[in-house]
């Protein structure tokens, strides 16, 4: 059974840095892309960020350029995002989503972000 | 980047009713599209991709068609455990963007 299993999140000050993981079961988790997705308290689905298998294909939206970093340890089955100048709106839910052919197919209960001072 | 907008935005049925929901893409995307069901409180699940693909162990009641701009979902026969949030996702190419949602409730 696949199982995605993230932490990390919690209440961070705007400007400040976090780094949240997910822990992947179930599947082998190096021959597949991952995505991160995030849900912001009462609104709809954004994505994020995407990594390839070969750790050095990697997609951000606009929004997170330049402040957030994916990457995966495929000998520890985890995938990461490190964040950093967190501003308020980048409060959400995050969620992270095992690839099967460029959509997510199992999705992971998700970490809340919370950016305030 | 292409825009992908879900109408309505809300709606309300009753159990055994045939609801419809429908996902534009301002471009063409073939049929790179899923739908995705979130319940309250819960993560999404994966319903449907290739814009009419079942995925497996979801009811035969759901649904999808469509291809290039123009898509829908349709749950035949309603059933209380509906409730919930129904999103649309292009995936043709980067960004692998959502629509906006449509909340379902039951009459």
């Known amino acids: 059974e696949v199982q995605l299993v993230e932490s990390g999140g919690g209440l961070v000050q705007p400007g400040g840095s976090l780094r949240i993981s997910c822990s992947a079961s179930?599947?082998?988790?190096?021959?597949?892309?991952m995505h991160w997705v995030r849900q912001a308290p009462g609104k709809g689905l954004e994505y994020v960020s995407a990594?390839?298998?070969?750790?050095?294909?990697?997609y951000y939206v606009d929004s997170v350029k330049g402040r957030f970093t994916i990457s995966r340890d495929n000998s520890k089955n985890t995938l990461y995002l490190q964040m950093s100048s967190l501003r308020v709106e980048d409060t959400a839910v995050y969620y992270c989503?095992?690839?099967?052919?460029?959509?997510?197919?199992?999705w992971g209960q998700g970490t809340l972000v919370t950016v305030s001072s | 980047d292409i825009q992908m907008t879900q109408s309505p935005s809300s709606l309300s049925a009753s159990v055994g009713d045939r609801v419809t929901i429908t996902c534009r893409a301002s471009?063409?995307?073939?049929?790179?599209l899923a739908w995705y069901q979130q319940r309250p409180g819960e993560a999404p699940k994966l319903l449907i991709y290739?814009?009419?693909t079942l995925e497996s162990g979801v009811p035969s009641r759901f649904s999808g068609s469509g291809s290039g701009t123009d898509f829908t979902l349709t749950i035949s026969n309603l059933q209380p455990e509906d409730v919930a949030t129904y999103y649309c996702?292009?995936?043709?190419?980067?960004?692998?963007?959502f629509g906006q949602g449509t909340k379902l409730e039951i009459k």
């Open positions: 990594i390839n298998t070969n750790v050095y294909n990697t």
């Open positions: 290739a814009a009419s």
């Open positions: 471009q063409g995307i073939r049929n790179y």
């Open positions: 996702q292009k995936y043709n190419s980067p960004p692998r963007s």
């Open positions: 989503v095992k690839d099967r052919g460029n959509y997510g197919d199992h």
């Open positions: 179930g599947f082998s988790f190096s021959s597949y892309p």
